[in-house]
């Protein structure tokens, strides 16, 4: 069965204080792993797919990377707004549904 | 480019009655998908539809629940006699033929009195 696991659950940081998100996975036969960001009271909004291992995408201060079995996003130099709560989904080659870790509760203090 | 969009947002019934919560995909999407998003816990998948055939529904309640996604208007995900357990935020996303990424709408929140 898949499995999706983020650490850790919550995550305070000051303003400028890099640092990094983890999503554990297993799957039978990865099609991709998606993250996405979610504020109190609104939908998931798309951040990033990766599809392979070695596979990194960045956007802002942002970073996913992938290995065979977790991904990483790493915040660089966060300010208060990336507060939210962080979510990792993994996507199997056999079907089309996205199985969703519990997430990241992300605080971002100035 | 207008998102997704889910009606109603905030939904209340009682125990017994039905809730329909519909979802208008992103221009150009032909790909629907349901999630529920129980409190303290994650987004779980309900069912996949496209125009007019249900692809994949492993996980939604064998009784009660139903969706439908017609050839014209949005899909609509049903619920009959509620009860306090379908207290839950229901999420659709839509993606476009040409990609796996899925994207959200703000959701509905249903709770059952």
């Known amino acids: 069965e898949d499995q999706v696991t983020q650490s850790p659950e919550a995550l305070r940081l000051q303003e400028g204080e890099s640092s990094s998100l983890n999503c554990s996975y297993t799957?039978?036969?990865?099609?991709?792993l998606f993250w996405y960001r979610q504020d109190p009271g609104k939908g998931p909004e798309f951040l990033f797919t990766l599809y392979s291992a070695g596979e990194e995408k960045e956007k802002e201060r942002l970073k996913a990377t992938l290995t065979k079995k977790e991904s990483f996003l790493h915040i660089t130099a966060p300010k208060p707004e990336d507060s939210a709560t962080y979510l990792c989904a993994v996507q199997a080659n056999s079907g089309y549904a996205l199985n969703f870790g519990k997430g990241t509760s992300l605080l971002v203090t100035p | 480019n207008a998102g997704v969009m889910q009606n109603p947002r905030h939904l209340v019934r009682r125990r017994g009655q039905e809730a329909r919560l519909r979802c208008s995909p992103m221009k150009g999407h032909s790909h629907v998908y349901w999630y529920r998003q129980l409190p303290e816990e994650g987004l779980k998948f309900m069912v996949y539809l496209q125009k007019e055939n249900i692809i994949d529904e492993s996980g939604m309640p064998k009784e009660r629940f139903s969706a439908e996604f017609p050839k014209e208007g949005p899909s609509i995900l049903r619920i009959q006699q509620v009860v306090r357990g379908d207290s839950a935020a229901y999420f659709c996303?839509?993606?476009?033929?040409?990609?796996?990424?899925?994207?959200f709408g703000p959701g509905t929140r249903l709770t059952v009195t």
């Open positions: 996303a839509s993606s476009p033929d040409y990609s796996y990424e899925q994207y």
């Open positions: 799957v039978s036969g990865l099609r991709g």
